[in-house]
């Protein structure tokens, strides 16, 4: 069963770079056929999609994060990672990591369990 | 940008049919995925592609898409069916992801 877990720091100064990354286990991330997708909530409120990417690097990213966002991935490790960029408190929130599936298809199957990182002084 | 309209709350009596639905623009030329999230979890996949359950999934969870609305459809619905629902498409020419603003389900 495919599983994925984020880590990082759980608190993060404002201005400062949010940094995340994501495990694979139970399944390759060199897969031709999925995304790999980060999706933020802010404490109740809604699901944002905040970017994928494919094994081979190549990215989407949302357009109103895309100046402060690099997603990255490291297939040697089974690993993709987040990295946004000059934080503010509107950047808390519970951040997810998922699989996505490829071309039109394009729905989330697995997701890991989230991480919640605050963003305060 | 692609706009996906739910509403806040849907409720709905024990045993009965509950039907969340999903607004957008031509919504119905676009596959509609929906997700259930339960509180303090993550969101769990229960139709992809408009109408398709992922394994495990009971039969009670169904999908429409056609026109300008798309329909999560939950029949002899549960107390553990009370959760948040979000639908979501994928925009292949903007390869840009959309979600509603997800809808709050109460079984009474």
């Known amino acids: 069963q495919l599983q994925l877990q984020e880590s990082g720091p759980g608190l993060v100064k404002p201005s400062e770079t949010l940094s995340l990354t994501c495990t694979v286990s139970?399944?390759?991330?060199?897969?031709?056929?999925?995304?790999w997708g980060w999706i933020r909530q802010p404490p109740g409120k809604g699901l944002e999609w905040i970017g994928n990417?494919?094994?081979?690097?190549?990215?989407y990213y949302s357009p109103s994060l895309k100046s402060r966002l690099t997603v990255s991935v490291d297939t040697s490790k089974n690993q993709f990672s987040l990295k946004l960029s000059s934080v503010t408190a509107a950047d808390t929130a519970v951040y997810y990591c998922?699989?996505?599936?490829?071309?039109?298809?394009?729905?989330?199957?697995?997701w890991g369990q989230g991480a919640l990182v605050i963003v305060s002084s | 940008s692609y706009e996906l309209t739910q509403p806040l709350s849907v409720s709905v009596a024990l045993g009965q049919t509950a039907k969340i639905t999903c607004g957008g623009d031509?919504?119905?030329?676009?596959?509609v995925h929906w997700y259930q999230q339960q509180p303090g979890q993550a969101p769990v996949l229960v139709i992809y592609?408009?109408?398709k359950r992922p394994s495990g999934i009971p039969e009670r969870f169904s999908g429409s898409n056609s026109g300008n609305t798309a329909t999560l459809t939950i029949s002899r619905a549960q107390a553990g069916d009370e959760a948040d629902y979000y639908c979501?498409?994928?925009?292949?020419?903007?390869?840009?992801?959309?979600f509603g603003g997800g809808t709050k389900l109460t079984v009474l």
């Open positions: 979501q498409v994928w925009d292949s020419d903007s390869n840009t992801a959309f």
């Open positions: 990417i494919y094994y081979r690097g190549s990215t």
């Open positions: 592609r408009d109408n």
């Open positions: 139970g399944g390759s991330i060199s897969s031709g056929s999925y995304y």
């Open positions: 031509n919504i119905g030329i676009k596959n």
């Open positions: 998922a699989r996505l599936l490829t071309g039109d298809r394009g729905w989330l199957d697995f």
